[in-house]
């Protein structure tokens, strides 16, 4: 069964570094759309960043534009978010997200059929 796994959460300081992966496992299909989503207490599931895998285009939320970067690995069997000059306002649950279609809007929490069950990020001093 296709299933998302999501590792490298953990706690930073303000202006630090945390890399997220998230392992790919058993899809039959070419995903043509992940993304990583976050969700903070109280908050709705928030679009951070995705990638159009057969485009090779990705797209960010204003929020961490310039300071996360999300790509593949080479074998396509690996969604990874590299998140610099972290704040506080980063502290969230990100979850990594994937579909078989090519999102019509990239931010909508129901474009992705395929979730995985979340890693936590903690940025403060």
């Known amino acids: 069964q296709a299933r998302l796994m999501e590792s490298g959460g953990g706690s930073a300081q303000p202006g630090g570094s945390l890399t997220l992966s998230c392992e790919t496992v058993?899809?039959?299909?070419?995903?043509?759309?992940l993304a990583w989503f976050r969700q903070a207490p109280g908050n709705g599931r928030e679009g951070v960043a995705a990638?159009?895998?057969?485009?090779?285009?990705?797209h960010y939320a204003d929020a961490v534009k310039d300071r996360f970067t999300i790509s593949q690995g080479a074998a396509k069997d690996r969604l990874i978010l590299q998140m610099n000059r972290l704040s506080p306002d980063d502290t969230a649950m990100y979850y990594c997200?994937?579909?078989?279609?090519?999102?019509?809007?990239?931010?909508?929490?129901?474009?992705?059929?395929?979730w995985g069950q979340g890693t936590q990020v903690t940025v403060s001093s």
């Open positions: 990638i159009y895998s057969g485009y090779r285009t990705t």
């Open positions: 997200a994937a579909d078989e279609a090519v999102a019509t809007t990239w931010q909508r929490v129901d474009e992705y059929r395929h």
């Open positions: 058993g899809y039959t299909h070419t995903t043509n759309t």
